[in-house]
């Protein structure tokens, strides 16, 4: 039943999803940098099964240019100001909505990954910011790239909405969004699907459900597409 699904999924169901997300993207956002599947090194003190270490791993993108946020469009709900500019990834006319943001001198780029959190069994958003010349962007200055309302929500909620700490597989100081309450959105966004009533959660619509909400912190967004899409072979999450 859908009722008695915690908005939670397995390490397993967390591969099915990323790459599912990751083929729909790659599909509707070729001209961006794309999510990849980044298999964890193997540890020599355990032993793995071939097929199951391929789905040990995070979901990755990086050099990631944040969208240009118009004042007058941010006021109104992060509606995203439409211009043209050259895209840096191909030699094409794109939409400023998906690629470019400049908060001053030279550009800043985001790596993001997408890593399954064993304890509260949801995906966690870490990221790192930093300069063309690689040198990495302190909080202050990420909070003048985001949209106003995730700004707001930073001042008001530093270190527990967002905060920093070491990157379960890089071992390296990430930034990360906390992912306390996740599974309550999760299942919120999930439930109320009215092919889950009949079918049950659709493990291939998480990932894509997931960034739908933790992107716009960002200002990055699905294309519509996207949100409509899931697989005719779905698999479906525990119950």
């Not at 071939?50 to 990086?62: A, H, P, T």
């Not at 990420?142 to 929500?153: C, F, G, N, R, W």
């Not at 909620?157 to 306390?180: A, D, G, I, V």
Request: glycine share 6%.
């Amino acid at each position: 039943m859908v009722e008695s699904w915690d908005g939670t999924l397995s390490s397993t169901e967390f591969y099915v999803a990323a790459c599912a997300f990751a083929k729909q993207w790659r599909k509707f956002n070729p001209s961006l940098p794309q999510w990849s599947w980044v298999t964890c090194p193997k540890r020599p003190w355990i032993s793995h099964d071939n097929q199951i270490f391929e789905k040990v791993g995070y979901l990755s993108v990086e050099n990631v240019i944040l969208p240009r946020l118009s004042e007058e469009a941010d006021q109104k709900g992060d509606i995203i100001e439409k211009e043209e500019c050259v895209s840096e990834y191909e030699d094409e006319v794109v939409d400023t909505a998906v690629v470019v943001h400049n908060g001053g001198p030279g550009v800043h780029r985001y790596d993001f990954h997408a890593v399954y959190s064993a304890s509260y069994r949801v995906p966690v958003l870490y990221f790192r910011a930093y300069c063309d010349d690689g040198q990495p962007l302190l909080l202050d200055e990420i909070e003048k790239d985001i949209p106003v309302h995730s700004a707001e929500l930073l001042i008001k909620s530093k270190w527990t909405f967002m905060t920093q700490e070491e990157h379960p597989e890089l071992n390296r100081p990430w930034y990360t969004l906390h992912p306390c309450g996740t599974s309550e959105w999760m299942k919120l966004l999930l439930s109320t699907d009215a092919s889950a009533a009949q079918s049950g959660i659709p493990v291939e619509k998480y990932m894509i459900s997931w960034f739908s909400v933790v992107g716009q912190v960002f200002g990055l967004k699905l294309p519509f597409e996207i949100l409509n899409l899931v697989g005719a072979d779905t698999i479906v999450c525990r119950q």
